[in-house]
Every structure is written in structure tokens, then in C-alpha cells.
């Protein structure tokens, strides 16, 4: 048995046990009207006797308390009384069915039962059933009570008969032997022959008699039966039911003594506890009869004799309980006998004695107790304590209760019955709710568990839903513990009160709580303590700049009198100086407080603004938190100025913890200030910039002194563009007239290919003037291009048997030449993502300058900066770059080694080249063909820039001259498809000076012609057997030099494709003259040609090597000024003549 019932006293040992319970679906209210009319038949005078049964009813009961009932029968289950509808006569037969499972939870025990059904009519309801009663309805239920008395007498008519069974005196027939529930294990295998055995079977059937006949209302029988009970038990130390005879002696004796009962009125019973509260109407004086038919009043001298006195009442409860503390499993039968030891004590009016029982009570341990329980156990504690005068101690055990009633595992909990409750112990720790209690004198009661209390009543009535009430409490607890807190508590009482006045600012209004009692309010006039007061400059975006030039002008806020009474009324005052920044009409001004909270907890500030005069003022109320221990702390309280003009800030009006306070600086002497007077400029426009990308905290770290307005960061691949939109919004009252943009980079160590940030103010200034809520755009191209150039040692590290060349047709002789070397590495791309994933970094700054409106015509204007942060990730890198010569000689193969150092997959295009794509840490060659450059044609800087610049410069802008016209000829682009990302890539940084040499256009230009016909590029000149040929070869001189005389010789040969060349063709070929050709001096910019014819005897393909034969003079040159285009001419047959 676990779950102990707290209202026991010792007259319910004369009670028996009826069971109300719903079966199926009972609406829970006409639930409890029915059991609270079946309680109210708490007695029932038995017919044909004087006797009276006593009932106690519960509505919930667990079965295995009811196993207990051989021990003490007032605990067996010997009625129950179901309640039930039913709407149909389909549904009876379910009913019937649920009606009997119940019966079957206490069969063991029931004597009868009873079902009360409502809402069936018919012909079921017309059945005569002594079990069974049916109403309409249940207000159509007059007969209730009658039924419910006619079934107590049929439980009196069961329990007379087993009273008379066990106490007949059968010596021929056995006696069982009694157990509670934890006992039956123990027993087995003992010898039920022995002697001691049959006299614990003896004294316990004897105390069960005895509970019978207590039941029966037999008083005296059931005295002498735990008499005689005790000496059996206690011959055979059987303790525990030694100790039940002792407590039924206790009982019977009380029952005698104190015939109006001990529950008291702290004892009325709720309907829900299932005990009627005229709980004194059941007990009676007077005596009955041994056989209980008829009164004789002469066997009172003999239940007299057999009582206990008083006092030895008292005896035989410690008695009976130190016998239960014997048995862990009978804490609950110990618990009960403690309270019903001091209902009766506290009749006696013996407070230390039941004290002593109840602290007993307070350490049995009953095991896992459900939350309801705890708070029941709680709840009696206190009531018991109450009864016997310690108020204390009946304040702690109500508080606990109020605990338990919002316990953690309760899913609703109970907090209006907790603040009742928590209410009630006020007294009992000599608590007022009134602050002026506490304003004087000694502080009574113990401060700690006053505030446990208080905090305990906070948090109640917050989840209660009343943080008003919460805020009352906790500004309470503040106001008159603040001595005995902690530096801890101050903290977490701080905080709580920053939490609930947030939701509900509390005020100086009485609050009158739904029970009546008025709760005071609670100021508060010491906090916080200011130390100084600065007015501070607006922002650095919001500043007024007086245009250059304009400063000694517009002098007319400067009085034009050599006396003004203001200024003398404040000479000689520190506070009233005035400063020498201005604010702006209409702007958001600040001034800063050093706020000293002289308390090691932190603080709150609510609804704290300024007071101000001189011109039209908006303060706007801050709320501020002063932390722990922090010394002076700086608030900042803001407000606009509507008007322009001198403006003097007089003081602040706080609201702390719920109270309103204003503040003058004239009556805080000690406050410190460096001025309270400041010139109010007219208004001046206000520009909002909003940006297509998003805004960053990143601070540019060069420009972090200058504090930027706004900045924005975004990542980009080297060689991508991207465009930002400004969006400038005029968000003043003023309409902007004039807008100027400038940019910076910041200081960078990567060089930086291109213009990185650029724009066209066109978009915007027609736009001029800006009025309010108007906007205009502003597109930033933003392009980062810095070195593309890979690093040696990659290269080294991939495999050159995976690098592919495309570009190149599959016929070409190039692709011989192509070739993988013969020792090869294996490819290290772990070591190439580390060295190429390197991110770098690029920063400049953004900023517009901008006015209007009177501010304007004052000379005023403001500036607004932008930060613009790229992080540029590596796209492509150029690990190698190299040339080969091509058909044409005025065309080169430039070979790039291309690396993709990002984690997708890229492609890389050219202008007229097939796309190349690249996998991730994949290096591959492309082999783009290009005309060659005529670097001599492009434009030279001026003699002026040349005279200034050093020649490393000179060298590096020819260089970036070079690669930009390269860049524009090559076109190469990539793109990654799935981040739908592209952008250029420049060689500009990769070119050496050798590649550059070979795509330089050669200052001599060769042009060789086959019967007027230009041969280049693999061109193949047709020509028929035995025709004239003419061959022209012109020379142009592009050098700064004469060239000549120069002598060539033409070698014709065949190419069997298989590397064999014949050369020897004097019967195929023949030369129409000289097979040399000699060219004079040319001079700069002009021409020569020679002019030659050869003949083909046969049919094939011919090719023409020409060669110019040694001489210094052409010796002197480059090598590569004197390449000459291929010549290709397929000789075919002569067609045959007509008639012929």
C-alpha cells in the first residue's frame, strides 16, 4: 500500500468502505452531484436495532490498498456503487459487461454493489433488479438516497453474519491465518502445527474481530477482542499486527472519549476526496448491546473498564507506530497512525507531544508519491501544525504544498492555488505586503525566508498570468530586503524584474487582488546614481560640413548685440557653455551619460529620455540595462530637434523598476558635463543607400579610422565582372540638389589588371534635384583581373602525358611536334589545390557627397561612404605559355598550359577555337592560332609623361599595352556551367618577352605569289604539265633600317608524307631562267620584287623551299625576319584537244 489517506482520524476504524465510481461516459459534473447526494447518507440507523452504520465514501480507491483490508477491515472495499448511461438498449448489454469488470476489481472483498443507470427507458428499465436501479434522467432521480440506505443495511446483514462466523469460538475447525500482502511470502513452508503459529493465528483473527465488530458498532465487544488480541500478539512478538490491535484499541477508546470526533473543521472533506463534511454527524454517544438487538446500558461500566484513559491513549500510539517503523512496507500505516495520534493530541491540546508525532510522520518513507499526494501530505502537514498552534511551522509545510502544486511532472499546474496558498503563509513568517512596515524600527521575522517567499510568490503570480502582480512583489522584495540580499540575489532579483516590467511596467496604483487584499505601491528613488552628462556629435555620415570658403560667411545665428542677457544670466557656468559641433534639425541627436549602479547586481532603466529647452524637442525614451559591478557606464539618450537655433539640455526622466522620476541637472550638483548648449543647424538632406548585394560587417582595415557607412563583400572569380546597384533614396526632409561621387582603392598588394570599379554618373544626375522618397540608381561595374600566371613548380607536378592540345586540325604537322616527354610525374593534386586555392583580397571605397535645402543655402553638406570588399578566388591559371610556328607566316600557334584550380568544372574558350573543358585540379594545353602583332603601331606615350616617368614604368605600361591588344585578339573566356558563373582571363601577366618576340609581326614581310595567286596557309596553287608558271617573290621593309641586297635560291622537292623528301626533280621541274632571285637595298617602308617562272614536266604535288643564300649582310638580321610562307603547287594533266 502506497498511497496513504491523509484525512483519516481514529473514529473512520468504525467505518465501512463504499466505492462511487463512473462507468463508460459520465459527464463529470452530474458525476459529482449524484456522489454528493450519495455521500450525504453518511449513518444509517439499522432496523430492529439501535446500532448505526457508519459509511465513508471515495470515489477512487486503489485496489491494492484494498488488500490491506484483513489487516484494518475500515480499508476493505465491502460496497460499490456504480454510476452510468446508457441511451439505448443496444448499449445495455456493454454496459452490464463493464458494470461486472468492475465488480471483479474488488470481488474479493465486496460484500454488495449497486448499479445507477440514467437515461434508458423501456422495457429494460421496467425490470425489477434489486442490483440495478434506472432513471430517465439524472435530475428525474428523487429516489437516489432511499436506494442508497437500503443498500448500506444489506452490507450491514453481510457484516453481521461474518462477525458472528468468526467470533463463534470453533475449536474443532482450524483458524486460518491473516496477512497483509507483503507477509505471504514469509510464511510459506512454516510449520502450522507448532504452538506458536496457532496463537498468531489466534491474536490476529482476534483483532480482525474486534475490527468487525468496532465496524458493527459493537464498542465493547471490540475492546475486549484487541485485548485479548495484544496478549496473544504480543506473546509471539508478532509486531506489526500487534501494533493494529494496539492502534483498534486506540480507536475504540477515542470513539468512546471523544464522541463528536477529532477530524475538527480543518478535517471537512471535499466532494472530490469522497467524504461528506458533516463528518460529526456519524458519531454518537451511548453504549450497545453485545448482540446488538437491544440497549443495556448497565455493560457501560464494563466498556469503561476495558477503555483506555487519555493519556494512555498516547502511550499505545507510540506504542503501535514504533511497532509499524519495524515494517519498510507499512509506511503508510505508520503515517496514518501519526495524524490521527495528533488529531487527538491536539484535542488534548498537547502541542509538543503531537509535534513530535507529526515530525515522525514528516521522515516515513512512503516510496514514489505521485505529485497530488505530495501535495496532499504537504497540505495535512500544514493544517496538523496549524491545529497545534506552531504557525512557522504550518507557514513551511503550506509553502511546500504550494511547491507541489506546480511541480515540474504536473502537466497543468496549479499556480492560482499555489499563490493562494503562498498567500496564506504570511503570516506565519510575520510577512507584511506593505513597504511602510519595513521603513523603521528592527526587522521582524527571518529575512531569508521572507524572501524565498517573496521570489516564490513572483514567479507564482507571473504564471498565474498577472505580471503586474509579479512586478508589485519583486519591487517589494527590492525595496525592503535589499540589505540582507546578496551580491548574487541582487543580481537575480535584477533581472527577473527586468524580464516582468518589460511585459508590464509597473506604476504607483494600488493593486486589489480578486480576494480583497490590496497590495501597496512600492517606489523607488535611488536609482541610478549619474556621474556626467556629454552631448555627444552626430555620426560621421550624418555630420554637417561647411563648404570651403563659406566658413566666416552666414553669420547671422551670432548675436548682433554686445550685451545679451541670456549670455549673462549664463556666464560663469561650466554646464551652459556651448560646444563647438552642431546637430542637425530633424536628425537623431545624442547625449551620453556616465551611469554609475552603485549595486554589485545589474540594473534596468525604463522609459529614460531627456529634458530639454530652447528649442522644440522630441525626446525619444530609452531603455537601458546597467551591468554588474561596472563602475561608470555610458547610457545614451536620444532625441530630434524640430526647430533650428541654441538648444540646453536641463536634465532626464527616468522610469525605474515601474517608478517615474524627472531629473534636473540643477538639483545633481555633484554631475559633471562639458556643456549643455549646442547649435541646432537648419535641416540638411538625408541619403539612404541601399545596394543590390548584401551588406557586410567586414570593415576594411585601412579604412576602419574613417568609419564607413555601409560596405558590402562578394566573392568573385578571377577575371569575373559584376555589377552592383546603388540605390541612393532621399529619406530626409529636404530635397537633395547636388551629388558627387569619388573612389579610392584601398592600399593593395595584388596588381590589379583593368579598371576595378567603374561608372557612369550620366544615370544619376538627371535625375537632380532628389525629393523625398525618390530614388535613383547607380550601376558599379565591379571587375577583378589580377595575375592569371601560375607558378613553375605546378607544372613540375603534372603529368604531361594528360595534358591534350586542342585547337589544332588532327591532319596538322603540329601535332607532331606535341609529343609527351619521356619522364613524367605523377599528378599532385592535393599540392596544386593548397598552392592555387589561395583567396585574395581587394578593397576600395565608395564616396558621395551630397546637400540641399536650406542646409544648402547655408553652406552645409554631407558625405555617405561605401566599402566595397571582393574576395577573389582563383578561376584558371596560365602555368605555361609558348609558341609555335604556324602555316602562314604572318600567324603563330600560341600554347597555353591551362590549370583549373576550382572544385567544378570549367571551360575555357577562345575566339575561332573549339572550347576547351577542364576538370577540377585538371591542366590541359590549348593551342590558339593568331595573327601576329604589329607592336610598332601602337600608340606611344608622350614626350612629357616619358621625360617624368622612370623606366620601370615605361617598361610596365609598354607591357600592359602589349597584353591588352593580346587580350582583345585572344579572347579567352571560361565559365563554370554549374554555378552559372563566367568571366575573361588575361595572359597579360603570363607573356614573356621571348613569346611576346614570336607574336610580334616581323619587320620584314615576305609575300610569295604562284601565277598571281598568294600562297599561305596551306594553300595548294593548281598549274597544267608543260604551262609557264610564274613565281613573285615581294619583300616589304616594316624595320626602321635598309635591308639588302638579299639573294634567294628556290629548291623545289616532294613530301611523300612518310619522311622521305625527293629533291631530286630535274626531269619533273625545270626554271625558266635562274632558280636564284636577287632583291637590292630596301629601304624603310618600301618594297622590292622579284620576279622568276618555273616549268612542271609531270603530274604530283610540289612543294617550293626557298632559301636565302649566305651573306653578311643578311646575316646581321634575326633569323626570324627572313621566314618565308610555304609553297604548295599540284601539277595536273593538260586536257586533251577536241578532235584531238
Known sequence: MSVPDYLQCAEDHQTVLVVVQPVGIVPEDQFFKIYKRIASVSQVNIRDSQRLLYIRYRHHYLPENNEWGDFQTHRKVVGLICITTCASAKEWSQTAERFHGQKEVYSSTLYDSRLLVFGLQGEIAEQQRTDVAFYPSFEDSTDVEKRVEDFVESIFIVLESKRLDRATDKSGDKIPLLCVPFEKKDFVGLDTDSRHYKKRCQGRMRKHVGDLCLQAGMLQDALVH????????????????????????????????????????????????????????????????????????STEIGRAKNCLGPEDIIEKYKEAISYYGKYKNAGVIELEACVKAVRVLAIQKKAREASEFLQNAVYINLGQLSEEEKIQRYSILSELY??????????????????????????EPGWRACYKLLLETLPGYSLSLDPKDFSKGTHRGWAAVQMRLLHELVYASRRMGNPGLSVRHLSFLLQTMLDFLSDQEKKEVTQSLENYTSKCPGGMEVITLPDGLKLPP????????????????????????????????????????????????????????????????????????????????????ENMGLLTSGVEFESLPAALSLPAESGLYPVTLVGVPRTAGNITVNGYHTSVFGVSSDCLLEALPAVKTSGCLVEVVPSLPRLQLTTSLPRSAHTQQPMSKEELSSSVSLQLFNGETQQLVITLENIGSEDI??????????????????????????????????????????????????????????????????????????????????????????????SGKAEYSHIKTLEAVLNFKYSGGVGKV???????????????????????????????????????????????????????????????????RMAIQVDKFDFESLPKPSQDATRFANPK??????QHTQGSQINSKLGI????????????????????????????????QWDVLVNQKACDCDVIVDCRVGDCVTLEVKLTNMSKNAVGPLALTVVPYQDYQNGVQNYDLEDAVTFIGSNTFYIDTVKPKESAVCVGALLFLNTGDFYLNIKFQDDSAGRQLPLAWFTLPSVHIKALDTPMQAGA
Open 953 to 958: 614604368q615605361l617598361e610596365e605600361e609598354r
Open 737 to 830: 540638389e547636388s551629388l558627387e561621387l569619388t573612389s579610392k582603392t584601398v592600399t593593395t598588394k595584388e596588381k590589379v589588371y583593368g579598371q576595378f570599379l567603374s561608372w557612369d554618373m550620366e544615370e544619376a544626375l538627371p535625375h537632380m534635384p532628389l525629393k523625398l522618397g525618390q530614388a535613383v540608381t547607380l550601376t558599379i561595374n565591379i571587375k577583378v583581373q589580377l595575375d592569371f600566371s601560375g607558378q613553375e613548380n605546378l607544372l613540375q607536378d603534372l603529368n604531361d602525358d594528360g595534358i591534350s592540345v586542342t585547337g589544332l586540325p588532327i591532319s596538322s604537322p603540329l601535332r607532331q611536334v606535341l609529343k609527351p616527354r619521356s619522364e613524367t610525374k605523377a599528378v599532385s593534386t592535393e
Open 973 to 1004: 573566356g571560361w565559365s563554370i556551367a554549374s554555378l552559372q558563373r563566367r568571366g575573361d582571363a588575361s595572359v597579360e601577366g603570363v607573356l614573356n618577352q621571348l613569346v611576346l618576340d614570336h607574336l610580334q609581326l616581323a619587320p620584314l
Open 226 to 297: 484487541y485485548h485479548m488480541a495484544v496478549e496473544l500478539l504480543r506473546g509471539v512478538n508478532d509486531f506489526l499486527w500487534l501494533g493494529a490491535a494496539l492502534e483498534g484499541l486506540c480507536s475504540a477508546s477515542v470513539i468512546f472519549h471523544y464522541p463528536g470526533g477529532t477530524a475538527g473543521k480543518t478535517a471537512g472533506r471535499k466532494p472530490s476526496l469522497s467524504q461528506p463534511a458533516d463528518a460529526g454527524k456519524r458519531h454518537r454517544p451511548g453504549a450497545l448491546t453485545a448482540n446488538g438487538i437491544s440497549a443495556d446500558t
Open 386 to 411: 496549524e491545529l497545534i498552534g506552531f504557525h512557522r511551522k504550518s507557514a513551511f509545510f503550506k509553502r511546500v504544498a504550494a511547491m507541489q502544486c506546480v511541480a515540474p511532472t504536473i502537466p
Open 522 to 605: 512600492v517606489p523607488f528613488t535611488k536609482l541610478p546614481i549619474v556621474r556626467s552628462v556629454k552631448l555627444l556629435n552626430l555620426p560621421v555620415s550624418l555630420r554637417p560640413h561647411k563648404v570651403k570658403g563659406l566658413l566666416g560667411q552666414n553669420m547671422s545665428t551670432a548675436s548682433p548685440f554686445i550685451y545679451s542677457p541670456i549670455i549673462m544670466h549664463n556666464r560663469g557656468e561650466e554646464r551652459c557653455k556651448k560646444i563647438d559641433f552642431q546637430w542637425v534639425q530633424g536628425d537623431v541627436c545624442e547625449v551620453q551619460l556616465m551611469v554609475y549602479n552603485p549595486m554589485p547586481y545589474e540594473l534596468r532603466v
Open 858 to 924: 547655408e553652406g552645409y553638406y554631407r558625405e555617405l561612404t561605401l566599402g566595397i570588399h571582393v574576395d577573389v578566388e582563383p578561376s584558371v591559371f596560365f602555368t605555361r605559355v609558348s609558341t609555335l610556328p604556324a602555316t602562314s607566316t604572318r600567324q603563330c600557334h600560341l600554347l597555353l598550359d591551362i590549370f583549373n584550380p576550382t572544385e567544378h568544372e570549367l571551360t575555357v574558350t577562345a575566339k575561332n577555337n573549339q572550347d576547351l573543358v577542364l576538370h577540377a585540379s585538371e591542366c590541359q
